[in-house]
């Protein structure tokens, strides 16, 4: 399986982007897909996650403000970013478990998102 990002860019505090990430496979209900990110100098964290096996999960420093939504038929997964701050610049990668929490786990290559005025 692989996963292709797309998305990222430069916008400015409070503005938006959308990141999507296409598997090149299919993608059933018992998988897990989501979105982590990496900042420099940090460890990679969970940003939000959504499967049928524990359902939605997002970070703390992002409700309310970002959402995820999946499109099964499509294969791909999309993370729609609201009222960005300077704290969300990062890379952010798609990442799919399969049959979610037991099987396979892949990363897409990351797609940078800066915010910054």
């Known amino acids: 399986v692989q996963l292709q990002a797309s998305g990222g860019g430069e916008v400015q505090p409070g503005g938006s982007l959308r990141l999507s990430c296409a598997a090149s496979?299919?993608?059933?209900?018992?998988?897990?897909m989501g979105w982590y990110r990496q900042a420099p100098g940090k460890q990679r964290e969970l940003v939000a996650v959504?499967?049928?096996?524990?359902?939605?999960n997002y970070a703390d420093s992002v409700k309310g403000r970002f959402t995820i939504s999946r499109d099964n038929a499509k294969n791909t997964v999309y993370l729609q970013m609201d009222s960005l701050r300077p704290e969300d610049t990062a890379v952010y990668y798609c990442?799919?478990?399969?049959?979610?929490?037991?099987?396979?786990?892949?990363w897409g290559q990351g797609t940078q998102v800066t915010v910054s005025s």
């Open positions: 990442n799919l478990r399969k049959h979610f929490p037991y099987g396979p786990e892949y």
């Open positions: 959504k499967g049928s096996v524990g359902g939605t």
């Open positions: 496979g299919s993608i059933g209900s018992g998988d897990r």
